[in-house]
């Protein structure tokens, strides 16, 4: 159907977006291929170093897995900000990243974790990284004729990892204004090993900050070192202006969040036993 | 976009109910206009408002953003089916009356569904956990307190 329709044809897994954007006639597929009886796309594997999830499986199942939550902490926490109890029951973790809506919880936590897109089309697979995956606002750099078909979440194997997601909406349950993920794992001494943050609603896509991340390595990750991380993430964001935020208002909120979830997410690889 | 019907059997409170309905036919409008199940109320029609929450396979989603074909094969459960047998209403719904969880009505059948759902996955919840249950569904009259309050009660004689 794809191959042969186009743009003018749109898979539909959960629908908690394509429907309110067909409602309000803002896209008009001529086709609707329903994915959502399709038992092979709703899975989640923990294996050593990466959970594999299937596309068309629901937020709330993902919600609920203590094994995910275990091995991927980030998406649990993502998932307490999406939507509602009745969209979460419905929507999926699939129908979230290909939507690509740069204020949405989950491309921020594929992109702050590099999670892996396995893109499959009649004429084979191929896998994304996050960065290459999100093109734009609401655009991604699947072609016309592929589906998301897998996620591969990577799993941080230290002992002391610790993570945090926090997000400024007008209500809860609301798009973002500004959304902020992030992952740190330290040593016996408490030196940063590996560190991970990024920004949502701050740009045309979800950003992650790989290289700022990487000046915090053999850090202790005082409040100094961490400030001065969000700081230079906040300049480095473009967010635009709306109805609901000012630009400036933005960049604000991602220097103040970006601190937020990286001093959480230290204090929890502290306090780490697993 | 076609005006081929498809073949459809739904279970609807506990009946099967088949259909022949076109592609793009929301759930929420068969439901009111097919079955007469008016219960359902329709709001925004965009997934905001939690109106139209019903149940499927027994968890709460919002039938404005479904579509008829997909429920094919499911359950579903609307406010008419929470009511007991007899057609008395249910504990949920007593506590709703008692406490004035309703002024002009139109959430409830919303407010109702996603109350239940709470209470069939967590006999004992919070107020925080109430709270966050009802957080898709809007209400412009109440402001929640007492809609809050009748999910503790009915909480409290469910035990």
Same mark, same amino acid.
């Given at each position: 159907?794809?191959? #042969?329709?186009?743009?003018?044809?749109?898979?539909? $897994?959960?629908?908690?977006?394509?429907?309110? %954007?067909?409602?309000?006639?803002?896209?008009?597929?001529?086709?609707? &291929?329903?994915?959502?009886?399709?038992?092979?796309?709703?899975?989640a594997r923990t294996e050593r170093d990466t959970a594999r999830i299937?596309?068309?499986? *629901?937020?709330?199942?993902?919600?609920?897995?203590?094994?995910l939550?275990?091995r991927v902490?980030?998406?649990?926490?993502?998932?307490?900000?999406?939507?509602?109890?009745?969209?979460?029951?419905?929507? #999926?973790?699939? !129908?979230?990243?290909?939507?690509?809506?740069?204020?949405?919880?989950?491309?921020?936590?594929?992109?702050?974790l590099g999670a892996k897109?396995i893109?499959?089309?009649?004429?084979?697979?191929?896998?994304?990284?996050?960065? +290459?995956?999100?093109? @734009?606002?609401?655009?991604?750099?699947?072609?016309?004729?592929?589906?998301?078909?897998e996620i591969h979440w990577p799993v941080w194997s230290?002992?002391?990892?610790?993570?945090?997601?926090? +997000?400024?909406?007008?209500?809860?349950?609301?798009?973002?204004?500004?959304?902020?993920?992030?992952?740190?794992?330290?040593?016996?001494?408490?030196?940063?090993?590996?560190?991970?943050?990024?920004?949502?609603?701050?740009?045309?896509?979800?950003?992650?900050?790989?290289?700022?991340?990487?000046?915090?390595?053999?850090?202790?990750?005082?409040?100094?070192?961490?400030?001065?991380?969000?700081?230079?993430?906040?300049?480095?964001?473009?967010?635009?202006?709306?109805?609901?935020?000012?630009?400036?208002?933005?960049?604000?909120?991602?220097?103040?969040?970006?601190?937020?979830?990286? *001093?959480?997410?230290?204090?929890?690889?502290?306090?780490?036993?697993? | 976009?076609?005006?081929?019907?498809?073949?459809?059997?739904?279970?609807?409170?506990?009946?099967? *109910?088949?259909?022949? &309905?076109?592609?793009?036919?929301?759930?929420?409008?068969?439901?009111?206009? +097919?079955?007469?199940?008016?219960?359902?109320?329709?709001?925004?029609?965009?997934?905001?408002?939690?109106?139209?929450?019903?149940?499927?396979?027994?968890?709460?989603? *919002?039938?404005?953003? %479904?579509?008829? &074909?997909?429920?094919?094969?499911?359950?579903? #459960?609307?406010?008419?089916?929470?009511?007991?047998?007899?057609?008395?209403?249910?504990?949920?719904?007593?506590?709703?009356?008692?406490?004035? !969880?309703?002024?002009?009505?139109?959430?409830?059948?919303?407010?109702?569904?996603? $109350?239940? @759902?709470?209470?069939?996955?967590?006999?004992?919840? #919070?107020?925080?956990?109430?709270?966050? $249950?009802?957080?898709?569904?809007?209400?412009?009259?109440?402001?929640?307190?007492?809609?809050?309050?009748?999910?503790?009660?009915? $909480?409290?004689?469910?035990?």
């Open positions: 159907m794809l191959s #042969t329709h186009g743009d003018s044809a749109k898979l539909i $897994a959960g629908g908690q977006s394509l429907v309110p %954007m067909m409602a309000m006639r803002l896209v008009r597929p001529a086709f609707l &291929v329903d994915i959502n009886e399709i038992a092979e796309l709703k899975f299937g596309a068309c499986l *629901r937020q709330s199942v993902v919600e609920r897995d203590g094994a939550a275990t902490p980030l998406l649990r926490q993502a998932l307490a900000w999406v939507g509602h109890v009745q969209t979460r029951n419905r929507g #999926t973790v699939g !129908g979230s990243l290909a939507h690509a809506d740069p204020s949405a919880e989950l491309p921020l936590a594929a992109q702050v897109m893109l499959r089309s009649a004429k084979g697979t191929r896998t994304l990284d996050a960065e +290459e995956f999100f093109s @734009g606002p609401m655009s991604t750099s699947m072609r016309p004729d592929e589906c998301l078909e230290e002992k002391r990892t610790g993570s945090a997601f926090t +997000e400024i909406a007008i209500r809860h349950g609301d798009f973002a204004m500004v959304a902020a993920a992030a992952q740190v794992a330290l040593d016996a001494g408490g030196r940063c090993t590996r560190a991970a943050f990024g920004l949502g609603g701050a740009g045309g896509t979800p950003l992650a900050f790989p290289k700022i991340a990487a000046r915090l390595l053999g850090a202790k990750l005082e409040d100094k070192a961490i400030e001065d991380a969000a700081g230079e993430a906040a300049k480095e964001c473009d967010p635009g202006s709306d109805l609901h935020a000012t630009k400036e208002y933005r960049r604000h909120l991602a220097r103040v969040l970006a601190g937020r979830v990286l *001093r959480e997410a230290h204090a929890k690889a502290l306090a780490a036993t697993r | 976009m076609s005006d081929k019907l498809h073949e459809v059997s739904i279970e609807v409170n506990g009946k099967a *109910r088949p259909g022949a &309905v076109p592609a793009r036919l929301s759930l929420v409008d068969w439901l009111r206009d +097919e079955l007469c199940l008016t219960g359902t109320h329709v709001g925004c029609e965009h997934g905001i408002c939690g109106a139209c929450s019903v149940m499927l396979d027994g968890e709460p989603v *919002r039938s404005c953003l %479904m579509y008829t &074909v997909q429920a094919n094969g499911h359950r579903v #459960t609307t406010v008419e089916g929470l009511a007991k047998p007899d057609g008395s209403m249910s504990i949920l719904q007593d506590a709703f009356c008692e406490t004035h !969880g309703l002024q002009c009505g139109y959430c409830t059948p919303g407010m109702l569904i996603a $109350a239940q @759902g709470l209470l069939n996955s967590n006999p004992n919840p #919070t107020e925080e956990q109430i709270r966050d $249950a009802i957080g898709g569904n809007l209400c412009r009259c109440t402001g929640y307190q007492q809609i809050v309050e009748a999910v503790q009660l009915a $909480a409290e004689r469910t035990k």
